[in-house]
């Protein structure tokens, strides 16, 4: 089953975290690439702006570009 980004939002929200940094944009190549929102537990929760839910067939340069910004620990 596919969750939505309502879904998903609805789940981090019975979660009860603090919002600590609300939503923002992240950029790729100069572009809004998408959006994020921090919570208090250091939890972020990103977005792929037009990702849909094959967001690496669709934006795969957005896509490689929040990946490695994960993985290097770097901010988006």
Not at 25 to 42: C, E, L
């Amino acid at each position: 089953m596919k969750a939505t980004f309502v879904e998903t939002q609805a789940w981090i929200r019975s979660l009860n975290y603090s919002i600590v940094d609300d939503w923002r944009q992240w950029y790729s190549n100069g572009q809004v690439a998408g959006y994020t929102r921090t919570y208090s537990n250091r939890m972020t929760f990103a977005t792929v702006k037009g990702g849909g839910h094959i967001a690496p067939e669709y934006k795969p340069a957005e896509v490689f570009a929040m990946f490695s910004r994960w993985i290097s620990n770097r901010p988006l």
